[in-house]
């Protein structure tokens, strides 16, 4: 009973996060840009019009392709196929096919929804790659490898640090074969078709064409500047589901067992929203400052959260663990790691979707001479 009333208590506080950004939001769409919409598509007000001003200003740079566009897609089509396997599996444990003390079967369907999503992600990077001009096999391939690629040689490691210290939790060496299969002989042709797929797909079509030569972006206000705005951003998404990360790090290192599947799926839509709203509102005043360089942007604001993740594990293991042998830390440090790391692709990639959709969105609905 008392765990559901805490429960209850951080379903309300991440609600009221919620609706503060959704009144933000609610200003900004309803306000703002219905009033340059009217500005600018008016026809009685042609010559105020001409003088644009504020995210108007950047339309013939706002759909620029991104530095480093290859590692950009790989990571938005590893955050859409982790985001999927999460769903399937939140889906399936809330209607009780899978049992919260059978936590190795809750693994093995985790892995197993992982690999057989790995078309979604080969198709979203392939669509972002043909828009980005960069199609091309070898970089479809960089998906397949780069995040579970980084989970797998961390796993790795991590492994070899309990095989040091010949624990009965050191995984053996057939399963280790069985993982590396699962990967190179499922996962990875599976992104390669789904990215044969995408590539196959009509070219993303947005409202406005590059300029040849890119916009100066004007000197920013300080507390507009990059890593300020994505450090501070980070923490409304953590802060929406930090009740429930403290329940699962208390399942993962204390031995208690995770039974609450249903409100995990409640915070996870909360998260969802959260990521959304703090990337609109964001990416909308960065625009109006004549800031064109949004696409990893959208992408870093809610990304942090999973830096805000691992500096909280870091108090979590001084203040609450009782971890002291050099190697148990190693181990703990290198598993939130890649936590806060699964846990930042997916509100990254929630941030990018909704702001790419937002900014489609307003620039195709205003008059492009």
Request: proline share 3%; aromatic share 16%; charged share 10%.
């Amino acid at each position: 009973e008392n765990d559901n009333r805490i429960h209850w208590m951080s379903i309300v506080n991440s609600l009221l996060i919620v609706v503060f950004l959704s009144f933000m939001v609610a200003m900004i769409m309803m306000r703002t840009l219905h009033k340059d919409f009217n500005k600018y598509n008016d026809p009685e007000n042609e010559d105020e019009a001409q003088e644009e001003t504020g995210w108007k200003l950047v339309h013939g740079d706002v759909f620029r392709s991104p530095e480093h566009p290859v590692l950009f897609s790989a990571l938005i089509g590893s955050g859409c196929q982790i985001i999927a396997m999460g769903t399937a599996t939140l889906s399936f444990a809330c209607i009780g096919f899978l049992s919260p003390s059978y936590r190795g079967g809750l693994l093995t369907a985790m892995i197993f929804a992982f690999v057989t999503v790995g078309g979604l992600a080969g198709f979203v990077a392939a669509k972002l790659l043909k828009y980005f001009k960069h199609q091309s096999w070898k970089n479809a391939f960089v998906t397949g490898l780069l995040v579970p690629g980084t989970l797998m040689v961390i796993y790795l490691m991590l492994n070899f640090v309990h095989w040091g210290k010949h624990a009965s939790s050191a995984i053996p060496f057939t399963s280790l074969l069985l993982l590396f299969a699962l990967w190179f002989c499922c996962s990875l042709p599976l992104v390669i078709i789904g990215a044969a797929i995408g590539f196959k797909q009509d070219v993303l079509t947005v409202p406005c064409k590059v300029n040849a030569v890119p916009r100066m972006i004007p000197e920013g206000k300080w507390y507009l500047k990059k890593w300020n705005v994505i450090i501070g951003s980070g923490m409304l998404p953590f802060g929406a589901a930090f009740i429930e990360l403290v329940y699962i790090l208390s399942s993962f290192w204390q031995g208690r067992v995770y039974y609450m599947f249903g409100f995990l799926a409640l915070v996870f839509f909360i998260l969802f929203v959260t990521c959304a709203e703090v990337a609109i509102v964001m990416i909308y005043l960065q625009l109006c400052y004549e800031d064109w360089q949004w696409w990893w942007r959208s992408f870093l604001l809610t990304f942090s959260a999973g830096g805000h993740l691992f500096l909280y594990s870091v108090y979590y293991l001084i203040k609450v663990l009782t971890i002291r042998q050099a190697s148990s830390i190693t181990l703990y440090l290198g598993y939130m790691f890649s936590l806060s790391l699964v846990f930042g692709i997916v509100t990254g990639t929630f941030g990018f979707l909704a702001a790419f959709l937002f900014v489609r969105k307003i620039y195709g609905s205003i008059k492009i001479d």
